[in-house]
C-alpha cells in the first residue's frame, strides 16, 4: 500500500515563503511531483522530478518554485518563495511510474497568500 503524507501548507502574505513536503511509504517512484488546484480550475502541474534529479516546473512558478528530491528518504519538497496570491490552492503531492501520469496521490494542503 502506497501512502503519501504532506505537510507544510498554511497561510502567508504576499511576497513570503512556505516549504512543502511529502514523504512517500512502499514503493519508490521514478518521478515525485507536486500538483495544485484552485476552487473552480482543474488541477495542474506545478513541478515535477526524477529520481535522477531532472525537474519539470509550470511557467507560473519558474524562478520562484524550486522542487527539490530525497531519495534516501522517499521524499520530496516544494520550496515555494516570493508567493502571490494567484498561489492559493490545494497543494498535491503525486508519485508516478511514467512522467505525467500520477498513480498516486496525497491528501492534499491548502496554502494560502493573502494579507
Known amino acids: 500500500q502506497v501512502q503519501l503524507v504532506e505537510s507544510g501548507g498554511g497561510l502567508v502574505q504576499p511576497g513570503g515563503s512556505l516549504r512543502l513536503s511529502c514523504a512517500a511509504s512502499?514503493?519508490?517512484?521514478?518521478?515525485m511531483g507536486w500538483y495544485r488546484q484552485a476552487p473552480g480550475k482543474q488541477r495542474e502541474l506545478v513541478a515535477d522530478?526524477?529520481?535522477?534529479?531532472?525537474?519539470n516546473y509550470a511557467d507560473s512558478v519558474k524562478g520562484r518554485f524550486t522542487i527539490s528530491r530525497d531519495n534516501a528518504k522517499n521524499t520530496v519538497y516544494l520550496q515555494m518563495n516570493s508567493l502571490k496570491p494567484e498561489d492559493t490552492a490545494v497543494y498535491y503531492c503525486?508519485?508516478?511510474?511514467?512522467?505525467?501520469?500520477?498513480?498516486?496521490w496525497g491528501q492534499g494542503t491548502q496554502v494560502t497568500v493573502s494579507s
Open positions: 503525486s508519485v508516478a511510474w511514467m512522467r505525467g501520469r500520477p498513480d498516486y
Open positions: 512502499g514503493v519508490i517512484f521514478s518521478t
Open positions: 522530478i526524477t529520481r535522477g534529479g531532472s525537474t
